[in-house]
């Protein structure tokens, strides 16, 4: 097995035959990743060497220490934490080869095409069809809330390949090529003024057998790794003791006396405590993910998160008085990651509502948490034997 001695020996080779200093970026990546250095716990040839995944540490704390350049993790995300581990989980050898160098790299971005119009919190009720053709699948339906479609070469799309079977079972995980005829992006225009999301239509897009992911039938399984890392992605951001949302608030409070009082004082250090509890447990589920157990967990932490955003943003619109009500800029935008602490107060207060929508509603997100956490019996569900095209829409 390798250990960290090992790891720190090829880190250190990595480095002396691509110097961060006069290696190009792109060239740099693509030599960490075929020396096993990219993500330590896949397996050797995908990037990785099957070595535990707590000792990716110790590559990155010398990679770093060297100034080597990373793959820009958060314009990558969806790529990263939701296909990559789906793609590990179910893809085929000749997918894996093909797939996962440049999406860890960053020369492919990824999308997610699975939010519908009719079916937002109720996912398994899409109506998007995949109907087979020879050795190829024809796609129509339209997709929403997609984000960097407009910048996407692969989605990841789950769509419904038997209408007579329950709404669960029905489903099959493609991956779709967004540069293929038949896909068409828009810009889907915010509150906040930005149009960082997208509505999809597919129209007749062919899609080879060769891109499922898992069985014909299984989407809905195989999609449940991708939700589950994605809830761990969104929820359990890493961030620093005071960061991300309480930030400006809290530097407020100190910079500016002439705004305080009694009642906001006191809901401030409620919410400073409670963003700080958020960060450990964020903590302890990453430690879980390294175990490889992402679990339902990630659930309730994206749900706290969702719901402890929209308080301190709140919080601070409060303390800025009429200045919070100000907005900086409505030109639209097109972003490719959100920035939270780089815009204003009112930015940050609009922006948070979609955080309980976004990667599951905060609806959808307490049921998983009562019926998989708390093991309390679930709701009576009229629709789970009924055959999709039967159910009423």
């Known amino acids: 097995m390798t250990d960290a001695a090992e790891l720190s020996l090829r880190t250190r080779e990595l480095l002396a035959a691509h110097p961060p200093e006069s290696t190009d970026r792109l060239d740099f990546l693509k030599a960490r990743f075929d020396a096993g250095l990219a993500w330590v716990h896949f397996p050797e040839g995908l990037g990785g060497l099957g070595a535990p995944r707590s000792l990716q540490a110790v590559v990155d704390a010398e990679l770093e220490a060297a100034g080597a350049p990373d793959n820009d993790p958060r314009r990558i995300g969806i790529g990263l934490g939701m296909a990559a581990p789906t793609i590990l989980a179910y893809g085929t050898d000749e997918q894996k080869r093909r797939l996962l160098r440049p999406l860890w790299v960053g020369e492919e971005v990824w999308c997610q095409l699975f939010s519908e119009p009719g ?35 692969w989605a990841i799309l789950i769509a419904r390949t038997d209408p007579d079977l329950p709404k669960h079972r029905g489903i099959t995980y493609f991956v779709c090529d967004m540069t293929d005829p038949g896909v068409e992006v828009r810009p889907l225009r915010q509150i906040t003024g930005e149009a960082e999301f997208n509505e999809v239509f597919l129209s007749d897009v062919r899609i080879p057998d060769a891109m499922r992911l898992g069985e014909i039938g299984d989407g809905w399984k195989v999609a449940q790794t991708t939700l589950m890392n994605e809830r761990v992605a969104i929820g359990g951001m890493r961030l620093p003791r005071e960061g991300g949302m309480i930030a400006p608030v809290a530097k407020a409070w100190r910079e500016r006396p002439e705004l305080r009082t009694h009642d906001l004082h006191q809901r401030l250090l409620q919410l ?44 601070e619109v409060e303390l800025l008085g009429e200045e919070g009500l100000l907005y900086d800029d409505w030109t639209m935008r097109r972003p490719e990651i959100v920035d939270f602490v780089g815009r204003e107060a009112g930015y940050r207060y609009l922006r948070s509502k979609g955080n309980s929508i976004e990667g599951g509603t905060s609806e959808v997100l307490l049921n998983i948490v009562a019926e998989r956490v708390l093991g309390l019996p679930s709701e009576p569900r009229t629709d789970k034997d009924v055959a999709w095209k039967d159910l009423a829409r």
Do not use: I, Y
């Not at 109506?127 to 809330?145: I, L």
């Open 272 to 315: 400073w405590v409670e963003t700080e509890v958020a960060r450990l447990t964020g903590e302890r589920l990453r430690q879980q993910l390294v175990a490889g157990h992402p679990g339902p967990e990630g659930s309730g932490m994206k749900l706290g998160f969702a719901r402890l955003n929209q308080k301190v943003s709140g919080l």
């Open 119 to 153: 079916a937002g919190s109720d996912l398994a009720a899409l109506g998007t069809r995949a109907v087979r053709d020879g050795d190829a699948w024809v796609v129509n339906g339209q997709k929403v809330w997609t984000s960097n479609a407009h910048n996407a070469r």
